[in-house]
């Protein structure tokens, strides 16, 4: 497989090999970066620690996942830990969101919603809520995933996320969106 050979290239140091994985990812994982930050370069920065901590810890990388799931790890984390340094609990998201949000059963919200509604509501989730929302509707991890990342267990993610959709429902549906009476 050529990316298999491009990643024992980069774990070889080689420059070129890395180009071209920061090419092939790197568009993907600034969309990822920004949907945890709001801010464009703070985005980029991001970028560009989490492919340096890649390229210096590509020995690890076992191939049990693919090198993008790997990667994208990694800028979560990143992400994570920038919005903790910053205190910014501020999270931008596109509208994907709403579509996702829409395609699970348990959700009757009014159509009338906006993204900014949305947005909005994201914010006020309490950290441990917004974190564990945004990682399993947003960007598709699973319980097991988010657990390691954020370092819990996995009926601790499964608890988080019922009560964190539960609290992002009710805000979406209350008088604060007009919404309520």
């Known amino acids: 497989m050529l990316q298999s050979n491009v ?14 994985l920061y090419r092939k990812y790197c568009d993907g994982m600034y969309i990822v970066a920004m949907r945890f930050v709001k801010n464009a370069d703070d985005a980029e920065d991001i970028l560009q620690e989490s492919f340096i901590k890649a390229f210096e810890k590509i020995h690890q990388f076992k191939g049990d996942v693919t090198f993008g799931a790997w990667l994208k790890r990694i800028v979560v984390n990143k992400s994570i830990d920038f919005l903790k340094s910053k205190k910014d ?62 370092d819990i267990s996995a009926s601790a993610c499964r608890t988080r996320l019922s009560r964190g959709k539960g609290h992002l429902k009710e805000l979406l549906k209350g008088k604060k969106y007009g919404t309520g009476s």
């Open 7 to 20: 990643v024992e290239k980069c774990k070889a140091n080689d420059r070129v090999a890395q180009l071209q």
């Open 89 to 150: 609990k501020e999270v931008s998201l596109d509208d994907s969101y709403v579509q996702v949000v829409a395609e699970d059963d348990n959700w009757n919200v009014p159509v009338t919603i906006t993204i900014a509604q949305v947005r909005c509501a994201i914010n006020e989730l309490q950290e441990k809520y917004k974190y564990v929302v945004l990682m399993f509707l947003v960007e598709g991890y699973d319980h097991q995933e988010i657990a390691e990342v954020l």
